[in-house]
């Protein structure tokens, strides 16, 4: 009797200590209470949309306070394509005072002359299909030039240009956007049988199709949105009043970042640049290479989730073969 009064006190204790099953079964229920509200506490993810359209990447990246929408850098393309159906318009003026001319061996060398540019593109971009955009661009130019106590000014229509993209890479925590370009430039400005009384105002076209291909990545690591251009261009020949022509081919770089200031409000800065060299394909060229590099610091602001109004100077900084110019940059987006 003394034993088996023994094994049930002993039974009786480890009951006792064992663990209570009810709160074994609340503690997930914390765990999974806390998971959700930290899920809660992620922010939603943005509707990616092309330039035009706004950015607000969904990478989670991007936790923390949401930032405005913004339509992009004024020169460096953008990589996240217009939503399928959407229609943006663009208008940027740019005027450019030529200071000096680069020399072939990246010097600088005073002009002779004076001369001033003023140019405006519209750019039309339209939502093709789900992850594609088209666009082209029509500008004109207007040239005012002064030559040993002569002056001379011409417009009209410059080269236009058509162009698709196409996202290849979508947006994550770890991987940017990347979008493939292809491109053609019209030699419709004009570029022979020009005037000798313009003083070269008249020359406002390059006179060759230029076929572009390449590929654009952007990026959001918090605070800055980041952009980047990687393009190779091959030029056609070409006749002008100095006979037949073999201009080279081209790369183009341009890198550029955005950092919200204020709400609505935008500071920009892009390093744009392009590098002559010779040709793939046909005769060597005969065209002095040339290569230009240049920064435009800027400010955008966001006026609407569909208007935008940016604001900059473009400086050229080094090159060869080439203008030296400073001028100022205005452009407007709205989309549809």
Not at 27 to 55: C, H, I, N
Not at 109 to 120: L, P
Request: aromatic share 12%; hydrophobic share 40%.
């Amino acid at each position: 009797m003394r034993s088996l009064r023994l094994c049930f006190m002993l039974l009786l204790v480890l009951a006792m200590a064992a663990p209570n099953p009810v709160l074994s079964a609340d503690e997930p229920a914390v765990a999974q209470g806390e998971k959700v509200a930290a899920a809660e506490r992620a922010p939603s993810a943005g509707s990616e949309t092309g330039r035009g359209e706004g950015f607000e990447p969904e990478a989670e990246a991007t936790r923390g306070p949401e930032i405005p929408g913004t339509f992009g850098p004024l020169v460096t393309d953008t990589a996240i394509p217009m939503d399928k159906g959407k229609f943006a318009v663009q208008p940027t003026f740019g005027y450019s005072v030529v200071l000096d001319g680069f020399s072939p061996h990246w010097g600088r060398n005073s002009t002779d002359g004076d001369s001033k540019s003023f140019g405006m593109e519209w750019k039309f971009t339209y939502g093709l299909i789900e992850n594609m955009e088209v666009f082209v661009v029509i500008p004109y130019v207007h040239n005012w030039t002064d030559y040993d106590g002569a002056s001379a000014n011409c417009g009209g229509l410059a080269d236009i240009n058509l162009t698709l993209k196409y996202r290849l890479v979508e947006e994550t925590a770890s991987l940017p956007t990347v979008t493939a370009l292809f491109a053609t430039d019209f030699p419709t400005g004009k570029c022979d049988n020009l005037n000798a009384h313009n003083l070269g105002a008249d020359a406002i076209g390059g006179g060759a199709y230029v076929f572009t291909a390449g590929f654009n990545v952007s990026k959001y690591i918090a605070p800055f949105v980041v952009y980047a251009n990687l393009w190779y261009s091959m030029q056609t020949a070409y006749k002008d009043d100095d006979g037949h022509q073999y201009p080279g081919d081209f790369v183009t770089i341009n890198l550029a970042a955005e950092y919200p200031i204020i709400d609505k409000w935008f500071a920009l800065l892009e390093l744009t640049s392009y590098w002559g060299g010779g040709r793939l394909f046909g005769p060597d060229t005969n065209v002095p290479h040339e290569a230009l590099v240049s920064i435009i610091p800027a400010i955008e602001y966001m006026a609407t989730e569909h208007f935008s109004l940016a604001l900059g100077l473009n400086v050229d900084l080094i090159g060869k073969n080439a203008d030296a110019t400073i001028g100022p940059l205005f452009s407007m987006v709205y989309a549809f």
